[in-house]
């Protein structure tokens, strides 16, 4: 009774005061309370000019803030070119594949090995490293990459399952081939990739099938490939793509969790200006005002997931005795020319859903030394950073835009930002208030070793 009395007088006042401030207090702080808020119409009433002025935004800044939160992020669409992309048996079976080191000659390397869950997806090093050798690439993340056209730094592969088979094959990488792999994920799991793909070819006729062979530059394994029929390279060629259909299937459910940037994102939109201070810190909101301002960050890190997907060239300094990478300039010609791309016989799109492939821009100065722009969720958690792993640490990165020297050779799309130290100090921290967890069943991002290990059924 007393309860109803006290919300009946809380009414009345917000009513007599033609205030929102009162409900909302009595709703309370934190994410649900701003979510409730929103959805009642109470907009924190004098709370914005309360919180100061580092939280007092324009209806256009509120706008590019709201573009840039998780609640944008639109469902993930489907892959044409990968029929069993959503298929929860595929999502099985691929998630045994990503953590399963048979997938390489000496039995050592998995997708897992330089896709950490535990990092994020990323493998924390400068260049990913196999065998005690480094690769030329730093190892990006496969968290939400879903949502994009294009894969590897230079673009070089235009789907989730194309990109999942080339490591395979390289030899500082995985170092296998796919007649070898083929034979293996057909012997260790031939139930469950019938029950996916049908009925499973033969391959146990090493006069038609050797038991090591590939277009690769090991010259044994390429002249056994070429000594085989154009028929029967299709049917191993028909299996190995079916390995990275399965193993996309399972990386395709991997996305971005929701982070704190987002709750205060949730809270400017609602005009909360109680759980903005509650959020984020004058620093971080400073911070955020440079990101969507001054420091012209969004003109290529805009969107949910903090990426326009394309490819720039930002003058990296090239690494002592390295050579220059071409970057796009040769990913758009190896895409092209890739035999599992969208527009090839073992995808399942019509020429229609192809195109990015079918409209590719092939040349231009700007596609020189330019690299696919990273998504920036969890970017504390994945340093070093850019394309060679070059910046240490986020301060490095900042440094490097405070300043953008001259690409040599292409051409910089930077311009100097010449931020202050408190500038770029509130940049990275409001670059700290992008980490969550990756959204995905618990079960996805543990090895299905440690399951059963653990007694999880699933």
């Not at 044994?220 to 000594?227: C, I, M, P, Q, S």
């Not at 990275?244 to 939109?269: E, M």
Request: hydrophobic letters at 40%.
């Amino acid at each position: 009774m007393r309860r109803t009395l006290f919300i009946a007088a809380a009414v009345v006042l917000v009513l007599a005061a033609g205030a929102g401030a009162v409900l909302s207090g009595l709703i309370g702080a934190g994410p649900a309370g701003a979510a409730l808020r929103a959805t009642l119409g109470v907009h924190g009433g004098d709370e914005g000019v309360r919180a100061g002025p580092e939280h007092r935004w324009t209806e256009a800044e509120r706008g590019m803030i709201a573009s840039l939160s998780i609640d944008r992020l639109p469902p993930l669409p489907p892959d044409p070119s990968n029929s069993f992309g959503d298929d929860p048996a595929a999502v099985a079976l691929g998630h045994m594949l990503f953590f399963d080191s048979g997938l390489s000659p000496d039995g050592t390397v998995a997708c897992s090995s330089c896709h950490v869950p535990e990092l994020y997806f990323t493998d924390g090093k400068v260049r990913a490293n196999v065998r005690g050798a480094d690769t030329p690439r730093h190892t990006p993340t496969i968290v939400g990459i879903g949502y994009s056209d294009w894969y590897y730094w230079d673009g070089r592969r235009d789907s989730q399952w194309a990109q999942a088979l080339a490591p395979q094959e390289a030899a500082i990488e995985h170092g296998g081939n796919r007649m070898a792999h083929a034979r293996y994920v057909l012997d260790s799991y031939l139930e469950e990739y019938e029950a996916l793909f049908g009925p499973a070819p033969d391959l146990s006729d090493d006069s038609r099938f050797p038991s090591s062979a590939a277009p690769v530059e090991d010259e044994t394994v390429r002249a056994a490939w070429e000594g085989m029929t154009s028929e029967d390279q299709g049917i191993v060629n028909r299996v190995f793509a079916n390995i990275g259909k399965s193993i996309a299937a399972y990386s395709r459910q991997i996305l971005p969790g929701r982070s704190r940037f987002d709750d205060y994102a949730a809270a400017v939109v609602a005009n909360d200006g109680g759980l903005m201070v509650e959020l984020f810190s004058a620093e971080e909101a400073a911070g955020l005002r440079l990101f969507i301002g001054e420091g012209q960050c969004t003109d290529c890190h805009n969107g949910p997931l903090f990426t326009n997907g394309t490819f720039h060239n930002i003058g990296l300094p090239l690494p002592e005795g390295e050579n220059f990478d071409q970057g796009r300039s040769l990913g758009t010609f190896l895409v092209v020319d890739d035999a599992f791309n969208c527009l090839g016989p073992f995808s399942d799109a019509g020429s229609e859903d192809c195109v990015e492939l079918r409209f590719i821009k092939m040349e231009g100065e700007e596609l020189v030394g330019a690299f696919k722009v990273p998504g920036l969720r969890n970017t504390a958690d994945t340093a070093p950073y850019m394309h060679n792993g070059i910046f240490p640490d986020l301060d490095a990165v900042i440094r490097h835009y405070n300043h953008a020297p001259p690409a040599f050779p292409g051409h910089s799309d930077l311009v100097p930002l010449a931020l202050t130290v408190e500038q770029s100090d509130a940049l990275k921290a409001f670059l700290m208030t992008l980490s969550a967890e990756p959204d995905a069943p618990s079960e996805l991002l543990k090895s299905p070793e440690v399951l059963e290990g653990s007694g999880s059924s699933g």
